[in-house]
């Protein structure tokens, strides 16, 4: 089994700062690629970054606003998000694709439980 766990969510007014973080448990062998994506009430779930080695990839809506890093070491990612609009309101998923090897090698994309971010004044 492979956890990933989000936190770091909460009511921010516009202009604010948040940190997501999500880390990955169960069993790794290693992680390609990790990353966000949001979805708001009605609409479908977007990109919003991706990091693989040392590329990023970011959606046109946060770039110069969020910047995703990633903790190799501790299986996290992390999402830094400034000057918040309130269209980034959505419930934050975090997302990995993982390989594995016990018992048998596999390999597959997991999602978090999401984190909830509203951006309001």
């Known amino acids: 089994q492979v956890q990933l766990v989000e936190s770091g969510g909460g009511l921010v007014q516009p202009g604010g700062s948040l940190r997501l973080s999500c880390a990955a448990s169960?069993?790794?062998?290693?992680?390609?690629?990790m990353g966000w994506y949001r979805q708001a009430p009605g609409k479908q779930r977007e990109l919003v970054a991706t990091?693989?080695?040392?590329?990023?990839n970011y959606a046109d809506s946060v770039k110069g606003r969020f910047t995703i890093s990633r903790d190799n070491a501790k299986n996290t990612v992390y999402l830094q998000m400034n000057s918040l609009k309130p269209e980034d309101t959505a419930v934050y998923y975090c997302?990995?694709?993982?390989?594995?090897?016990?018992?048998?090698?596999?390999?597959?994309?997991?999602w978090g439980q999401g984190t909830q971010v509203t951006v309001s004044s």
């Open positions: 169960g069993s790794i062998f290693s992680i390609n690629s």
């Open positions: 990091i693989t080695g040392g590329s990023t």
């Open positions: 997302n990995a694709d993982v390989l594995s090897r016990s018992p048998l090698w596999t390999k597959g994309e997991y």
